[in-house]
């Protein structure tokens, strides 16, 4: 029987809520810091994996970085990436700080965007003893460019910077939806995210289907390439195969450049979101999390 704590804790002087999972006092292995998918709140992906791991013996901390769910910050639903890094950092240390936690057993899970900020911290905190990034994102903008295409990638660059200069002369957020079954304009585009987020599956009192539209911008200059030969925790990467939004072929160049000692597993997925909360996935990336985290904590 695990339990959950609800716990607050600061970062850059703001107050941010999370849930710590405990599991049953005398099991403990380590402990794991979670963050996870743009929008995301601490009782969707990241508290379901949190729960899991907990029940395998770790505990595991999923909170509201700034600006989401629970969470001080201003503008809300507003996806700072720096901030969030230095969120990360401030969670490690309430972890260290706990009486249940070894402060040397602590690792980083990062689940889809959730694994840039995740490898981004470990590959400056020597904290992070190790690292799992499951169904990750694999962001450079020179790689979302091509995607875009060229001319497409510098019309939304004029769009971003036409709402940056709306927002200064009017004081006037502007917010797109989170995410949108039609497509754009959403921070998440598409009949896939609104099948997890948009329906009882993801819904959750604590996330609105909104985000500043300066937030998409922030996902689209993400860089994690410059970062993952960096690491020095040995790094576990899951993805499913049948992932359309996040192609296999991106896990695998990441494994490609990140340093030994490194572990891949391709799950046989349909999708990107059923490594969110299908147990059949999601339990076998558990597993191998939980013995990853074993060998290295």
Same mark, same amino acid.
């Given at each position: 029987?695990?339990?959950l704590?609800?716990?607050?804790?600061?970062s850059?002087?703001?107050r941010?809520? /999370?849930?710590?999972?405990?599991?049953?006092p005398?099991?403990?292995?380590g402990?794991?810091?979670?963050?996870?998918?743009?929008? #995301?709140? $601490? +009782?969707?992906?990241t508290?379901?994996?949190?729960?899991? !791991?907990?029940?395998?013996?770790?505990?595991a901390?999923?909170f509201?970085?700034r600006?989401?769910g629970?969470? +001080?910050?201003?503008?809300?639903?507003?996806?700072?990436?720096?901030?969030?890094?230095?969120?990360? $950092?401030?969670?490690?240390?309430?972890?260290?700080?706990?009486p249940e936690?070894?402060?040397?057993?602590?690792a980083?899970?990062g689940?889809?965007l #959730?694994?840039?900020y995740?490898?981004?911290?470990?590959?400056?905190?020597?904290? @992070?003893?190790?690292?799992?990034?499951i169904?990750?994102?694999?962001?450079?903008?020179?790689? @979302?460019?091509?995607r !875009?295409?060229?001319?497409?990638?510098?019309?939304l660059?004029?769009?971003?910077?036409? @709402?940056?200069?709306?927002?200064?002369?009017?004081?006037? @957020?502007?917010?797109?939806?989170a995410?949108?079954?039609? /497509?754009?304009?959403?921070?998440?585009? #598409?009949p896939?995210p609104?099948?997890?987020?948009?329906t009882?599956r #993801?819904?959750?009192?604590?996330?609105?289907n909104?985000?500043t539209?300066?937030?998409?911008?922030?996902?689209l200059t993400?860089?994690?390439e410059?970062?993952?030969?960096?690491?020095?925790?040995?790094a576990?990467?899951?993805? /499913? $195969?049948?992932?359309q939004?996040?192609?296999?072929?991106?896990a695998?160049?990441?494994?490609?450049r990140t340093?030994?000692?490194?572990?891949?597993?391709?799950l046989?997925?349909?999708?990107?979101?059923?490594?969110?909360?299908d147990?059949t996935?999601?339990?076998?990336?558990?597993?191998?999390?939980?013995?990853?985290?074993?060998?290295?904590?």
């Amino acid at each position: 029987m695990t339990l959950l704590e609800k716990v607050e804790f600061t970062s850059d002087g703001y107050r941010l809520a /999370g849930d710590l999972h405990l599991p049953d006092p005398g099991t403990e292995r380590g402990a794991v810091v979670l963050t996870g998918p743009f929008s #995301g709140v $601490r +009782e969707q992906v990241t508290g379901f994996y949190a729960e899991r !791991f907990a029940q395998r013996g770790y505990v595991a901390l999923s909170f509201d970085h700034r600006n989401w769910g629970d969470s +001080e910050g201003l503008p809300r639903q507003h996806e700072d990436a720096t901030a969030k890094v230095a969120d990360l $950092r401030h969670a490690v240390s309430y972890l260290a700080a706990r009486p249940e936690v070894d402060p040397n057993k602590i690792a980083a899970g990062g689940v889809c965007l #959730g694994g840039i900020y995740a490898t981004q911290l470990a590959a400056f905190d020597p904290r @992070i003893k190790a690292i799992a990034l499951i169904a990750a994102a694999y962001n450079n903008p020179t790689l @979302i460019r091509n995607r !875009f295409g060229a001319v497409n990638f510098a019309a939304l660059l004029e769009q971003f910077a036409q @709402i940056a200069q709306r927002q200064f002369e009017t004081g006037e @957020i502007e917010y797109w939806p989170a995410v949108n079954p039609a /497509g754009m304009p959403a921070g998440n585009p #598409g009949p896939e995210p609104f099948d997890y987020y948009g329906t009882d599956r #993801g819904a959750r009192p604590g996330w609105e289907n909104r985000c500043t539209a300066l937030s998409v911008l922030q996902e689209l200059t993400l860089d994690v390439e410059a970062y993952l030969p960096l690491l020095t925790a040995p790094a576990l990467i899951v993805h /499913g $195969r049948g992932d359309q939004a996040i192609p296999v072929a991106d896990a695998e160049a990441a494994f490609a450049r990140t340093p030994e000692p490194k572990e891949l597993l391709l799950l046989d997925t349909t999708n990107h979101i059923d490594l969110y909360d299908d147990d059949t996935y999601v339990l076998p990336a558990i597993d191998r999390a939980v013995a990853h985290f074993d060998r290295s904590l």
